[in-house]
């Protein structure tokens, strides 16, 4: 039941700037950590950017001062607020969580991903 979904991508002009949303949705009893992955043809998946319960960041060098990660704990949500894509910020980007679901163990979770095209 516990699910990710995921929002935002598509094709963007170089400079310019999009977000990305991620909600988890479901009977929820907590939630850890939560990350936004990036995969290209050419690599594996790798971690762009993740956020703690409290706050606390993390970012891919190549992404530090243009990206931002965010939390609505709230909500249940995270957002990815990039600024100035180029092209080395293409591919597709997926969301993860560790959550606690309605057996209260934790997991991995994973959204389906969204495409990010950088044109130039």
């Known amino acids: 039941q516990v699910e990710l979904v995921q929002s935002g991508g598509g094709l963007v002009q170089a400079g310019g700037s999009s977000r990305l949303s991620c909600l988890a949705s479901g009977v929820i009893n907590d939630i850890g950590v939560m990350a936004w992955y990036r995969q290209t043809p050419g690599s594996t998946r790798a971690l762009v950017a993740s956020?703690?319960?409290?706050?606390?960041?993390d970012y891919q060098e190549s992404v530090k001062g243009r990206f931002t990660i965010s939390r609505n704990s709230a909500e249940k949500q995270i957002y990815l607020e990039m600024n100035n894509l180029q092209r080395a910020d293409a591919g597709v980007c997926t969301c993860?969580?560790?959550?606690?679901?309605?057996?209260?163990?934790?997991?991995?979770?994973w959204g389906l991903g969204t495409q990010v095209t950088v044109a130039s």
């Open positions: 956020i703690s319960p409290t706050g606390n960041t």
């Open positions: 993860y969580a560790w959550i606690r679901g309605p057996l209260f163990s934790y997991g991995d979770y």
